[in-house]
């Protein structure tokens, strides 16, 4: 029998014939991997040739529901998007919200993993097991909102769809998926789409799920509604994450102009306090949710006046990263991500470089400068159509490097390709390692440690055997939470995070899970993700950082210099390799494999 809240089957699509097969998934597996992030780890393990091109047709991209998705507990309302990376190379998972997990889920399946590559652009739809495509080439070139509204109109009720952008279609390597104005945004995994022909997959609910407990899930489901009101996360509401913005400028924790400073004069233009009392038009939420972080302002654009849902990393890539302080200018270029389909923190990162490039005469671009925002939106554009500058630039910050040579990789701000967030690892210590060792690469979801280093707990500015500690428990609790899945925003309520969350998932299973056994499972989950990058070429000095972040001081605004030397960073990647059961390169033992039921 099925566990609650599962189906116990994947669908797996052959987008090129248009046919479709079921992948059991026991219940074992099912407990060992929960789903989201983790189910979809061990999807790329069991679906995913070895060594495959991310861009090439047989390279599985998932689409994977979660236990909690379907119940009234808030912020369950999301799925996961994952695929090999065209970014990194390596597994990437990438996160959105709303009614697209419901329906996706009430197909009748925990994912829905497509293979193959259509012979034209087209729109995958799946109907419960039966799928067919739809030709999509009156979509191809629309922005992914714009075709999701015409989805709409010609679907009619009932049918939810994710879909890319231009960027998606043009293979830029960090392209994303959107569904109702939310993104799958790390990693490039639109790409991964656009490089199957599909402009869209369109699901429409054909199934039940039910609960183990239905009393009980309802019962938690009105405390967690009631907590999700309280102190935890009052600053998503009032302010919504673009409050950091002048904390961490504050602090010396806002990257800027490429991370050649980490505070920023324009910040007070940028801050969440001023544009709240000047911009602010409305809150919203995705599906589900009770938190409602989504801060919506006007700007003003060259088409007149717009609206947009303005997140703290849009604000510092678009922003500070490239030394840009006109927030309309910011706040146009982070529609114009939206609109090409651009995940923004790898845009304004590639961008920012590009401009230090330029600064340096490393590239002729004369006209791409720091602080500049036709330049900002001149690049975009290029990168979107893959033109002039825009096709090196469509390909990350790494590859990017690569090409330019000059010693432009020592200030890629990237770590395994991926474009570093905005948490300056200097004066982060915790957070430097967590983006060092992390699967995804530099990332500040599947990794929160800058948590640790802003908690007060320990100097952040001296990275050690605390940092290390710190680093695991973040990453862990990510690991669990980004499976169930839970959004990170509700992180705050919970008191006994496992525990809690260990009896949330028994209410929905009928499983006696405890909290030492998720604490498990996230350790599998983390671990299997390493697994995957090591079949696919990942190697020890993927877990590091660029150079300048450990050859440069930084003199911050306490009047102390922040130093993060190789020899520092080291020591913790060491100290996180042993607690972690790794080897001193950073691969497993026998031991720790045989608990990943991969093959
Ligand atoms: S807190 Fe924000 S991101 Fe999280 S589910 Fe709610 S609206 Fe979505």
């Not at 952008?165 to 990693?187: L, N, Q």
């Not at 324009?266 to 919203?284: F, K, Y």
């Not at 033109?387 to 330019?404: I, K, W």
Request: charged share 20%.
């Amino acid at each position: 029998m099925v566990a609650g809240g599962y189906f116990g089957r994947a669908l797996v699509v052959d987008a090129e014939s248009a046919t479709a097969s079921t992948l059991p998934l026991s219940d074992e597996l099912l407990r060992a991997y929960l789903g989201g992030a983790g189910l979809g780890a061990w999807l790329m393990h069991r679906l995913g040739p070895p060594g495959v091109d991310p861009l090439a047709p047989e390279a599985p991209l998932a689409f994977v529901f979660s236990p909690l998705v379907g119940t009234p507990l808030t912020t369950s309302a999301k799925f996961a998007v994952v695929a090999k990376s065209p970014l990194t190379g390596l597994l990437n998972d990438a996160l959105a919200s709303s009614h697209f997990a419901i329906s996706g889920k009430l197909t009748g399946h925990d994912a829905i993993v497509v293979r193959g590559a259509c012979r034209q652009p087209s729109v995958l739809l799946v109907d419960g097991d039966r799928v067919r495509l739809l030709d999509a080439s009156d979509l191809w070139g629309l922005p992914a909102a714009e075709a999701e509204r015409r989805l709409r109109e010609r679907l009619g009720r009932g049918w939810r769809s994710a879909a890319i952008g231009p960027a998606g279609e043009r293979g830029v390597r960090y392209a994303t998926i959107s569904h109702d104005g939310r993104h799958a945004g790390r990693g490039g995994l639109g790409a991964v789409m656009g490089a199957k022909g599909l402009k869209a997959i369109a699901v429409h609910a054909a199934a039940k799920v039910a609960s183990a407990d239905p009393q009980a899930v309802l019962a938690a489901a009105r405390d967690l509604r009631a907590r999700s009101f309280g102190p935890a996360t009052a600053k998503y509401r009032e302010l919504g994450t673009l409050a950091n913005l002048l904390a961490f400028n504050a602090i010396s924790t806002l990257p800027t102009r490429n991370f050649q400073a980490a505070t920023f004069a324009g910040a007070p233009q940028l801050a969440a306090e001023d544009l709240a009392t000047m911009r602010s038009v409305t809150r919203n939420s995705c599906a589900s949710c009770t938190i409602g972080c989504e801060h919506i302002y006007s700007y003003s654009a060259r088409g007149g006046q717009k609206k947009l849902r303005v997140e703290y990393e849009n604000v510092f890539a678009l922003g500070p990263m490239c030394g840009v302080s006109d927030p309309d200018a910011v706040l146009e270029a982070s529609a114009r991500c939206d609109e090409l389909g651009l995940d923004t923190i790898s845009a304004g990162g590639t961008i920012a470089w590009a401009m230090e490039c330029a600064e340096r005469s490393l590239i002729d671009a004369p006209w791409l400068r720091f602080g500049d925002p036709d330049a900002l939106m001149r690049a975009l554009d290029e990168i979107g159509a893959r033109q002039g500058l825009g096709d090196l630039l469509a390909q990350g910050s790494r590859r990017a490097a690569e090409l330019v040579g000059g010693g432009s990789a020592a200030f890629a701000p990237q770590v395994k390709g991926l474009e570093l967030p905005g948490y300056e690892p200097r004066t982060m210590q915790a957070m430097a390692l967590g983006l060092a060792v992390n699967s995804r690469g530099a990332d500040h979801n599947r990794s929160g440690a800058y948590e640790a280093d802003l908690s007060g707990g320990h100097d952040r500015l001296a990275g050690g055997p605390e940092h290390v500690t710190a680093a695991i428990e973040t990453e862990d609790r990510a690991a669990v939470m980004d499976s169930l899945i839970l959004c990170k925003f509700l992180r705050g309520v919970f008191t006994e995070p496992f525990d809690e969350w260990a009896a949330l998932l028994s209410a929905v299973t009928g499983w006696d899970t405890d909290g030492a056994e998720l604490r498990q499972t996230a350790r599998r989950i983390v671990l299997a993700k390493r697994v995957y990058n090591i079949r696919e070429g990942w190697r020890p000095e993927d877990d590091w950082l660029p150079e300048r972040l450990l050859s440069e001081p930084l003199a911050v605004a306490s009047g102390r210099v922040a130093t993060l030397t190789p020899e520092r960073l080291r020591g913790m990647i060491d100290g996180y390799y042993a607690a972690r059961g790794l080897d001193r390169e950073g691969r497993p033992g026998p031991a720790g494999l045989a608990d990943l039921q991969l093959y």
